[in-house]
């Protein structure tokens, strides 16, 4: 998915993995990620999300680490000369 975006965009995608958050001071941005782990747990990977609806950060999310189960629809922005992958419209299961 990472390698090849433009082959999942539009498909839905479930993954289980530990919550992430990361603030970026200079926007006033929050993005919420679902770290998954490789099979030997010695690499990891993080795709962002972006839950459906109005969600406030810290109020409405689990604590840092904490397992978690994203559904969303893949899709690629760019941000500057950068491109990231996002789950958008995503809902967490509980």
Not at 18 to 28: I, L, N, P, Q
Not at 53 to 64: F, H, I, K, L, Q
Not at 86 to 93: G, Q
Request: charged share 25%; glycine share 8%; with cysteine.
């Amino acid at each position: 998915m990472m390698t090849s975006p433009d082959v999942y965009i539009g498909k839905t995608v479930k993954m289980s993995g530990s919550f992430a958050v990361y603030h970026d001071e200079a926007s006033d941005k929050y993005y919420f990620a679902c770290i998954i782990k490789d099979a030997t747990a010695c690499c990891s990977q993080g795709i962002e999300f972006v839950l459906r609806g109005e969600y406030a950060y810290p109020d409405d999310y689990p604590p840092v680490g904490s397992d978690i189960t994203v559904t969303g629809v893949f899709d690629t922005y760019t941000e500057g000369d950068n491109m990231y992958c996002t789950l958008k419209e995503a809902v967490m299961e509980d």
